[in-house]
Every structure is written in structure tokens, then in C-alpha cells.
């Protein structure tokens, strides 16, 4: 069974920067991200990672802006965001999609069934 423990965010003004971290335990291969639901909105992909290796994926409002990475180990998932802005406001999640032997970083996109969740913290951007 996969848990995922966040840590992180709060309040910052527009152009400042924040960092959430996950711890992830459970899960040996497969890959780690961060989703995003803003009220009103449905959930989003905004960054993913394959477990222990580079390859990542961005949507597309946060690229250049975020970076997903593991500085702590492959069972740890940071998120530093930077230039923030008011429409990155919202709660974020962090999530892993445990995969078998045969499986590759290709399928850390978005649209591939997330299946294990952390319980969320809340990034608020003011103007």
C-alpha cells in the first residue's frame, strides 16, 4: 500500500516562490507527481517525475516556472515553484502510480490513472 506524506505550502505574493516536498513509501518503480485543484476547477497535472531517473513532464502553465524533482532519494518528490502567480492558487497533491517490470517513464503523463494520494496542502498567491 502506497502513502504519500506532504509538506509545504502556504501564502506567498505574486512572483515569490515556494517548495512542497513528499514522502512516498510502498512504492519501488512507477512514477511521483503533483496535481493541483483550484475551487470551481477540476483536478490538474502539473508535474511528474519517473522514480530515480530524469525524465519529467510539465503542463504546460507551469513550464519554466516549477521544477519536479528528487533531491532527498527516489522515495521523495520536491516541488519548488517559482514566479507564482494568482491562478496557481490552489490545494496540491501528490500522487504515485505504482508500475511492473516492463513499464517506462512515458507512462508518467497526466492522463495515466494516478492511483495513490496524499491528503493535500493548500498554496494560496495574493496580487
Known amino acids: 500500500q502506497v502513502q504519500l506524506v506532504e509538506s509545504g505550502g502556504g501564502s506567498v505574493q505574486a512572483g515569490g516562490s515556494l517548495s512542497l516536498s513528499c514522502v512516498a513509501s510502498g512504492i519501488t518503480r512507477g512514477c511521483l507527481g503533483w496535481f493541483r485543484q483550484a475551487p470551481g476547477k477540476e483536478r490538474e497535472g502539473v508535474a511528474t517525475i519517473w522514480i530515480g531517473g530524469v525524465s519529467t513532464f510539465y503542463s504546460g502553465s507551469v513550464d519554466g516556472r516549477f521544477t519536479i524533482s528528487q533531491p532527498n532519494g527516489p522515495n521523495t518528490v520536491t516541488l519548488q515553484m517559482n514566479s507564482l502567480k494568482p491562478e496557481d492558487s490552489a490545494i496540491y497533491y501528490c500522487?504515485?502510480?505504482?508500475?511492473?517490470?516492463?513499464?517506462?517513464?512515458?507512462?508518467?503523463?497526466?492522463?495515466?490513472?494516478?492511483?495513490?494520494w496524499g491528503q493535500g496542502t493548500r498554496v494560496t498567491v495574493s496580487s
Open positions: 500522487a504515485a502510480l505504482s508500475l511492473g517490470f516492463w513499464s517506462s517513464a512515458a507512462q508518467c503523463y497526466f492522463d495515466n490513472p494516478y492511483n495513490s
